[in-house]
Protein backbone atom coordinates (compact mmCIF):
# COMPACT_ATOMS: atom_id res chain seq x y z
CA UNK A 1 0.00 0.00 0.00
CA UNK A 2 1.48 3.29 -1.40
CA UNK A 3 -0.83 5.58 0.91
CA UNK A 4 -2.20 7.22 -2.19
CA UNK A 5 -6.11 6.48 -2.23
CA UNK A 6 -8.18 6.71 -5.61
CA UNK A 7 -11.87 6.41 -5.43
CA UNK A 8 -13.51 4.70 -7.38
CA UNK A 9 -11.91 1.71 -8.39
CA UNK A 10 -14.25 1.21 -11.11
CA UNK A 11 -16.54 3.50 -13.19
CA UNK A 12 -18.36 2.51 -16.23
CA UNK A 13 -20.27 5.02 -18.21
CA UNK A 14 -21.11 6.10 -21.55
CA UNK A 15 -20.65 8.07 -24.46
CA UNK A 16 -20.45 11.85 -24.08
CA UNK A 17 -20.96 12.01 -20.06
CA UNK A 18 -18.59 13.09 -17.63
CA UNK A 19 -17.23 12.00 -14.77
CA UNK A 20 -14.77 12.98 -11.61
CA UNK A 21 -12.11 10.62 -10.70
CA UNK A 22 -10.94 11.47 -7.15
CA UNK A 23 -7.36 10.84 -5.84
CA UNK A 24 -5.74 11.70 -2.15
CA UNK A 25 -2.59 11.72 -1.83
CA UNK A 26 0.29 10.23 1.09
CA UNK A 27 0.39 12.09 4.14
CA UNK A 28 2.74 15.28 3.55
CA UNK A 29 2.83 14.86 -0.44
CA UNK A 30 2.18 18.52 -1.52
CA UNK A 31 2.21 17.19 -4.86
CA UNK A 32 -0.21 14.97 -7.14
CA UNK A 33 0.36 13.58 -10.55
CA UNK A 34 -2.69 12.09 -13.23
CA UNK A 35 -1.27 9.81 -15.83
CA UNK A 36 -3.34 7.37 -18.25
CA UNK A 37 -2.68 4.08 -18.71
CA UNK A 38 -3.99 2.44 -21.90
CA UNK A 39 -3.09 -0.33 -24.23
CA UNK A 40 -2.32 1.47 -27.37
CA UNK A 41 -0.28 4.57 -25.32
CA UNK A 42 1.28 3.22 -22.34
CA UNK A 43 1.40 5.45 -19.55
CA UNK A 44 1.29 8.96 -20.37
CA UNK A 45 1.39 11.83 -17.80
CA UNK A 46 -1.45 14.30 -18.18
CA UNK A 47 -0.75 17.00 -15.31
CA UNK A 48 0.88 17.65 -12.27
CA UNK A 49 -0.44 20.07 -9.51
CA UNK A 50 1.73 21.26 -6.42
CA UNK A 51 -0.03 22.98 -3.27
CA UNK A 52 -3.33 23.70 -4.83
CA UNK A 53 -1.50 25.56 -8.28
CA UNK A 54 -1.00 23.50 -11.87
CA UNK A 55 2.70 22.88 -12.21
CA UNK A 56 2.80 21.11 -15.11
CA UNK A 57 0.83 19.43 -17.76
CA UNK A 58 0.98 16.76 -20.18
CA UNK A 59 -1.12 15.11 -22.85
CA UNK A 60 -4.14 16.19 -21.29
CA UNK A 61 -6.90 16.95 -23.40
CA UNK A 62 -9.03 20.03 -23.65
CA UNK A 63 -12.10 17.85 -22.36
CA UNK A 64 -9.97 16.77 -19.49
CA UNK A 65 -9.42 19.27 -16.60
CA UNK A 66 -7.95 19.30 -12.88
CA UNK A 67 -7.86 20.93 -9.37
CA UNK A 68 -6.36 20.45 -6.24
CA UNK A 69 -8.28 21.16 -3.17
CA UNK A 70 -6.90 23.20 0.30
CA UNK A 71 -6.65 19.46 1.41
CA UNK A 72 -4.70 18.43 -1.18
CA UNK A 73 -6.94 16.11 -2.58
CA UNK A 74 -7.14 15.75 -6.45
CA UNK A 75 -9.72 15.39 -8.67
CA UNK A 76 -9.91 14.86 -12.55
CA UNK A 77 -12.60 15.98 -14.68
CA UNK A 78 -13.33 13.90 -18.00
CA UNK A 79 -15.98 15.50 -19.80
CA UNK A 80 -17.99 14.58 -23.17
CA UNK A 81 -16.41 11.29 -23.15
CA UNK A 82 -15.50 9.02 -26.45
CA UNK A 83 -15.06 5.20 -26.36
CA UNK A 84 -11.34 5.82 -27.02
CA UNK A 85 -10.95 7.28 -23.28
CA UNK A 86 -11.43 3.89 -21.47
CA UNK A 87 -7.84 3.48 -19.72
CA UNK A 88 -7.10 3.52 -16.23
CA UNK A 89 -6.28 6.37 -14.56
CA UNK A 90 -3.31 6.60 -12.37
CA UNK A 91 -2.78 9.39 -9.29
CA UNK A 92 0.74 9.57 -8.06
CA UNK A 93 1.94 11.64 -5.03
CA UNK A 94 5.18 13.48 -3.62
CA UNK A 95 6.97 15.27 -1.32
CA UNK A 96 8.06 18.12 -3.76
CA UNK A 97 7.34 17.78 -6.94
CA UNK A 98 10.66 18.00 -7.92
CA UNK A 99 13.64 15.44 -7.82
CA UNK A 100 11.59 13.12 -5.37
CA UNK A 101 9.88 10.10 -5.98
CA UNK A 102 6.51 9.21 -6.84
CA UNK A 103 4.22 6.89 -5.16
CA UNK A 104 1.19 5.27 -7.37
CA UNK A 105 -2.01 4.85 -6.43
CA UNK A 106 -4.18 1.75 -6.72
CA UNK A 107 -5.99 3.88 -10.17
CA UNK A 108 -9.29 4.00 -11.71
CA UNK A 109 -10.25 1.57 -14.11
CA UNK A 110 -12.97 3.88 -16.57
CA UNK A 111 -14.79 2.16 -19.52
CA UNK A 112 -16.92 4.15 -21.80
CA UNK A 113 -19.11 2.09 -23.63
CA UNK B 1 10.90 14.26 -28.56
CA UNK B 2 12.26 12.55 -25.77
CA UNK B 3 11.34 8.47 -25.32
CA UNK B 4 11.53 5.84 -23.49
CA UNK B 5 12.02 2.68 -25.09
CA UNK B 6 12.21 -0.97 -23.43
CA UNK B 7 13.06 -3.39 -26.08
CA UNK B 8 11.16 -6.73 -24.89
CA UNK B 9 7.57 -6.71 -25.12
CA UNK B 10 6.81 -10.07 -23.49
CA UNK B 11 10.10 -12.13 -21.60
CA UNK B 12 8.89 -16.02 -20.34
CA UNK B 13 11.49 -17.44 -18.02
CA UNK B 14 11.98 -20.27 -16.10
CA UNK B 15 12.38 -19.73 -12.32
CA UNK B 16 15.82 -19.29 -11.49
CA UNK B 17 16.69 -18.00 -14.99
CA UNK B 18 18.67 -14.65 -15.01
CA UNK B 19 16.70 -11.25 -16.34
CA UNK B 20 17.55 -8.75 -17.87
CA UNK B 21 15.13 -5.88 -19.40
CA UNK B 22 16.55 -3.56 -21.37
CA UNK B 23 15.61 0.37 -21.36
CA UNK B 24 16.78 3.11 -23.79
CA UNK B 25 16.10 6.93 -23.62
CA UNK B 26 16.47 9.94 -25.66
CA UNK B 27 17.93 13.02 -23.98
CA UNK B 28 21.09 13.96 -23.97
CA UNK B 29 21.19 15.98 -20.97
CA UNK B 30 20.76 14.98 -17.36
CA UNK B 31 17.74 12.38 -15.91
CA UNK B 32 17.06 10.76 -12.99
CA UNK B 33 16.21 6.44 -13.91
CA UNK B 34 13.67 4.79 -12.27
CA UNK B 35 12.14 0.98 -12.58
CA UNK B 36 8.88 0.69 -11.39
CA UNK B 37 7.16 -3.07 -11.32
CA UNK B 38 3.21 -3.82 -11.51
CA UNK B 39 1.81 -6.78 -10.40
CA UNK B 40 -1.57 -8.18 -11.77
CA UNK B 41 -4.24 -5.91 -10.59
CA UNK B 42 -1.97 -3.86 -8.59
CA UNK B 43 -0.46 -0.62 -8.30
CA UNK B 44 2.89 0.59 -9.80
CA UNK B 45 5.38 0.34 -7.19
CA UNK B 46 8.94 1.63 -7.35
CA UNK B 47 11.83 -1.07 -7.72
CA UNK B 48 14.91 1.13 -7.95
CA UNK B 49 16.14 4.89 -8.67
CA UNK B 50 19.22 6.50 -10.12
CA UNK B 51 19.70 10.03 -9.69
CA UNK B 52 23.51 9.94 -9.45
CA UNK B 53 26.80 8.46 -8.34
CA UNK B 54 27.46 4.47 -8.73
CA UNK B 55 25.62 4.07 -11.63
CA UNK B 56 24.93 0.45 -10.68
CA UNK B 57 21.96 0.70 -8.08
CA UNK B 58 20.30 -2.00 -6.13
CA UNK B 59 16.71 -2.11 -5.55
CA UNK B 60 14.22 -3.81 -3.58
CA UNK B 61 13.69 -7.95 -4.17
CA UNK B 62 16.90 -8.70 -5.55
CA UNK B 63 16.66 -6.31 -8.42
CA UNK B 64 19.60 -4.33 -9.57
CA UNK B 65 20.17 -1.77 -12.68
CA UNK B 66 23.17 -0.04 -14.37
CA UNK B 67 23.17 3.21 -15.88
CA UNK B 68 25.37 3.46 -19.05
CA UNK B 69 25.66 7.09 -19.46
CA UNK B 70 27.31 6.59 -22.83
CA UNK B 71 24.60 4.14 -24.23
CA UNK B 72 21.79 6.33 -22.57
CA UNK B 73 21.39 3.03 -21.08
CA UNK B 74 19.55 1.70 -18.12
CA UNK B 75 18.85 -2.18 -17.54
CA UNK B 76 17.33 -3.88 -15.00
CA UNK B 77 18.97 -7.08 -13.78
CA UNK B 78 18.11 -9.76 -11.45
CA UNK B 79 20.28 -13.08 -10.88
CA UNK B 80 17.71 -15.52 -10.58
CA UNK B 81 13.60 -14.83 -11.35
CA UNK B 82 10.96 -16.27 -9.08
CA UNK B 83 7.52 -16.85 -10.12
CA UNK B 84 6.48 -14.45 -7.98
CA UNK B 85 8.18 -11.86 -10.08
CA UNK B 86 5.66 -11.95 -12.99
CA UNK B 87 4.66 -8.27 -13.62
CA UNK B 88 4.57 -5.76 -15.80
CA UNK B 89 8.20 -3.39 -15.81
CA UNK B 90 7.86 -0.24 -16.63
CA UNK B 91 11.35 2.03 -17.04
CA UNK B 92 10.84 6.07 -16.32
CA UNK B 93 12.57 8.90 -17.11
CA UNK B 94 12.86 12.25 -15.47
CA UNK B 95 14.50 15.11 -17.38
CA UNK B 96 16.49 17.73 -16.16
CA UNK B 97 16.16 21.17 -17.95
CA UNK B 98 15.73 25.15 -17.82
CA UNK B 99 16.35 25.12 -13.78
CA UNK B 100 13.20 22.62 -12.90
CA UNK B 101 12.89 18.88 -13.10
CA UNK B 102 10.33 17.43 -15.65
CA UNK B 103 8.12 14.78 -15.35
CA UNK B 104 8.15 11.19 -15.85
CA UNK B 105 8.47 9.59 -19.38
CA UNK B 106 7.55 5.82 -19.11
CA UNK B 107 8.60 3.29 -21.71
CA UNK B 108 5.89 1.00 -22.80
CA UNK B 109 6.27 -1.99 -20.18
CA UNK B 110 7.60 -5.01 -20.56
CA UNK B 111 5.88 -8.04 -19.31
CA UNK B 112 7.07 -10.86 -17.60
CA UNK B 113 5.98 -14.46 -17.21
CA UNK B 114 8.02 -16.80 -14.64
CA UNK B 115 7.11 -20.39 -15.34
CA UNK B 116 7.45 -22.39 -12.09
Known amino acids: DSGVTQTPKHLITATGQRVTLRCSPR?????VYWYQQSLDQGLQFLIQYYNGEERAKGNILERFSAQQFPDLHSELNLSSLELGDSALYFCASSVTGRTDTQYFGPGTRLTVL | AQSVSQHNHHVILSEAASLELGCNYSYGGTVNLFWYVQYPGQHLQLLLKYFSGDPLVKGIKGFEAEFIKSKFSFNLRKPSVQWSDTAEYFC??????????????FGKGTKLSVKP
Open chain 1, 27 to 31: SGDLS
Open chain 2, 92 to 105: AVRLHYGGSQGNLI
